[in-house]
Each structure stands twice: as structure tokens, then as C-alpha cells.
């Protein structure tokens, strides 16, 4: 009979994940600030479940880089159900309290648990010169979503060595010294590599917001104070019935417009590119 690890991931990969991998909710807590481990979602956690997958190859044929975002954060939707609907396969079929964690942030950039500390730690990639984004050895930069359960299993541990950079990004830095991400991207990106790998990373995650998630909730918010701050009643007007303000105010019920990065640092990477080309 299967192990219940292989069991699990199978039935993710199943239902439309592209990869899975598990971590062991202790060691993601002893890395997490309070608040923000696993077990202070759930008191009995043991296990993180960690899924991932990729956009669409046709989404990088989109010329607005607007509407990657947003086509491509459809995975990410996906991903949630699946780790959702995995909750409810362990508790049935195993009898283990589980739970799906929201992605949603607590504050405005503070996430009730780091997605990518459990992506790590589930051997799913490591942390790139791209924002740190993780990039997986076979398909590159994914989505991911997690579920938590108090089921014990074998955890896959960190991968032994990282991903990022690529081969042929450390020869770029040597005669360049930038990289495909951190030139796509110099104002929000930069970093250095000494013999082949990862000695500085800079992400300026400000910058960056201001650029890929200007219809976020606090760009909202800040919308709101501008037109409630308007005196002239046509401009307030056309600030609250304008396209930005009617974006922004889409992005609450259409969880694609809140997040999404510009994704421009992501689509010149080596690693996974074949995944992104097709006829
Ligand atoms: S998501 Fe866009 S703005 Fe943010 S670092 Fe990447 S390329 Fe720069
Ligand atoms: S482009 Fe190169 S340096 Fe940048 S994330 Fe990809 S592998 Fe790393």
C-alpha cells in the first residue's frame, strides 16, 4: 500500500496541482515569528502540504503586462481550492484536524504565514535574486498554496542546493553583472553572486507595490482619502467613476486584481522557460 505521504501529493497532483511537496510544521515554527507559524493557526499543526503550479503558457503572450497579473493569478485561485478541498480529504480519509490558512495578509504586507518559507521547506525551490520569489529546479517561479494538518508525515526537508542562480545567469553576472530578473527590474532588484551563488539580495518591496499591485487595498484606501480630500465636485466625480478607482474597487471582489505582480522579473528567467513557450 502507498505511504500516506505519496497518497497525498498524488491526490493534489490529481486534482490539478502541479507539484506538491510536505514540511514539518516545527521547523517552519522555529523559522517564524510569532504570530505567523504554522501552529498559531492551528494549535495542532505537524504538517504543511505545500502545492504549486504554473500559469498558462499563453499568458506570457499577453502584451499588457497589467493583464498577466491578473490571467496568471488565476492559478493561484485554482492552487487555493485544491488546498481547500485537500483539508477536507485528510480530515475524511484520515481523521487528522487540517485547515486551508487564507493567503489574505493581516496587515498590509504581513502575511499570516510566509507561503514561501513553507514552499522552502517543503523542498518545492529556494529563494531567487527575482524578489526572492521561489523558483522551483524543473518549472521555475509557481504559485503556491498550503494546507496545514495535524497528521504527521515525512517531511521533504529544504533542497540541498539552491536553484537560483542559473548557470547561465552566474556567466551573465560575471561579464555584465546583472541577471536577466534584477536587469528586468534594476530599480526594484539588485544582488551579487560570488562562485555561483547568492551573496547579497535587494528587493525593494515598496517600489515594487507601487508598480504591480496599484489596485491593491491600500491603493484603495489611499484613493479614497484623495477624493474625499477633493473640494472640486467634478473632480471627486471623476476620481470615484474614473477606470483606476472602478479597478481598484473590482479588486475586493476579484481576488486577481489585489495581488498580482507586474510579473517582468519572472518572464526572463532560464529556469522553467520551456514551460512558458509553446506553438
Ligand atoms: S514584480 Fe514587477 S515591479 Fe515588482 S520586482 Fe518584479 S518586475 Fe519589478
Ligand atoms: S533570472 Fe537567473 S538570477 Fe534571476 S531568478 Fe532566474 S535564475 Fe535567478
Not at 508525515?153 to 546583472?178: N, Q, Y
Not at 541577471?179 to 547568492?198: E, F, H, V, Y
Request: glycine share 6%; proline share 8%.
Amino acid at each position: 500500500m502507498r505511504n500516506p505521504e505519496d497518497a497525498i501529493k498524488k491526490w493534489a497532483i490529481g486534482q490539478n496541482a502541479l507539484v506538491a511537496g510536505i514540511a514539518s510544521a516545527s521547523d517552519i515554527d522555529q523559522l517564524q515569528a510569532e504570530g505567523h507559524r504554522p501552529s498559531d493557526i492551528l494549535p495542532s499543526a505537524k504538517s504543511v502540504i505545500v502545492i504549486g503550479s504554473l500559469p498558462f503558457a499563453g499568458t506570457w503572450r499577453i502584451p499588457d503586462y497589467k493583464v498577466v497579473g491578473e490571467v496568471a493569478f488565476q492559478c493561484n485561485e485554482e492552487l487555493y481550492r485544491i488546498a481547500y478541498h485537500m483539508a477536507d480529504y485528510i480530515e475524511s480519509k484520515y481523521g487528522y484536524e487540517s485547515l486551508f490558512p487564507p493567503p489574505d495578509s493581516i496587515g498590509n504586507w504581513s502575511p499570516l504565514l510566509d507561503i514561501k518559507r513553507c514552499a522552502e521547506m517543503a523542498g518545492l525551490g529556494s529563494r531567487s535574486l527575482a524578489g526572492e520569489m521561489i523558483l522551483h529546479p524543473e518549472y521555475g517561479f509557481l504559485y503556491f498554496a498550503v494546507t496545514i494538518t495535524s497528521m504527521p508525515l515525512v517531511s521533504d526537508g529544504p533542497l540541498k542546493d539552491p536553484v537560483c542562480p542559473a548557470p547561465s545567469c552566474v556567466r551573465l553576472f560575471e561579464k555584465i553583472g546583472t541577471t536577466p530578473c534584477m536587469n528586468a527590474c534594476p530599480d526594484c532588484l539588485s544582488g551579487t553572486i560570488k562562485d555561483g551563488r547568492i551573496v547579497s539580495s535587494r528587493y525593494d518591496r515598496n517600489r515594487c507595490a507601487t508598480r504591480a499591485q496599484s489596485t491593491s487595498p491600500p491603493a484603495l484606501q489611499r484613493q479614497i482619502l484623495g477624493a474625499a480630500e477633493e473640494t472640486n465636485p467634478a473632480k471627486r466625480k471623476m476620481i470615484v467613476l474614473g477606470d483606476y478607482f472602478s479597478r481598484s474597487v473590482k479588486s475586493l471582489s476579484y481576488r486577481s486584481h489585489l495581488d498580482a505582480t507586474c510579473m517582468e522579473c519572472w518572464r526572463p528567467c532560464p529556469v522553467g522557460m520551456k514551460y512558458r513557450v509553446k506553438k
